[in-house]
C-alpha cells in the first residue's frame, strides 16, 4: 500500500511559477514508476509528465515540454514537477500517481493517486 500526498499548488500569475510535491509512505517508494495527471474543469483528466523507478526514463505532455521538469528523490520517497513559464491553460487539479509497472501515459495503470493539488494561473 502506497498513500500519496500532494503539496505545492497555488495561485499564480501567468510566467510564473511553482513547484509541487508528492510526499509517497512506504518502504517500496523506489520501486515504482511515478507521474503526474492533471484535471481542468469540465475536462478529462491527462498525462503530464512520468518518471520511472530509477529516474532513468522520463516523459512529458508535449504542451508542457520545455516549461515542465519532473524529478524524484528516493531517499526522501517524493517525486517533483516544477513548472516554469506557465499558462492559464495549466490551470487544473494536479495529482501525482504511482505505477508498481513501467510509466505509462494511461491512468487507469496506475495503482495509487494522491488527493491532488489546485494549481490556478491567472493572465
Known amino acids: 500500500q502506497v498513500q500519496l500526498v500532494e503539496s505545492g499548488g497555488g495561485l499564480v500569475q501567468a510566467g510564473g511559477s511553482l513547484r509541487l510535491s508528492c510526499a509517497a509512505s512506504?518502504?517500496?517508494?523506489?520501486?515504482?514508476?511515478m507521474a503526474w495527471f492533471r484535471q481542468a474543469p469540465g475536462k478529462e483528466r491527462e498525462f503530464v509528465a512520468t518518471i520511472s523507478a530509477t529516474g532513468g526514463s522520463i516523459n512529458y505532455l508535449d504542451s508542457v515540454k520545455g516549461r515542465f521538469t519532473i524529478s524524484r528523490d528516493n531517499a526522501k520517497n517524493t517525486v517533483y514537477l516544477q513548472m516554469n513559464s506557465l499558462k492559464p491553460e495549466d490551470t487544473a487539479v494536479y495529482y501525482c500517481?504511482?505505477?508498481?509497472?513501467?510509466?505509462?501515459?494511461?491512468?487507469?495503470?496506475?495503482?495509487?493517486w494522491g488527493q491532488g493539488t489546485q494549481v490556478t494561473v491567472s493572465s
Open positions: 512506504g518502504r517500496l517508494f523506489s520501486l515504482y514508476a
Open positions: 500517481a504511482a505505477s508498481s509497472g513501467r510509466p505509462y501515459y494511461q491512468d487507469w495503470r496506475y495503482d495509487y
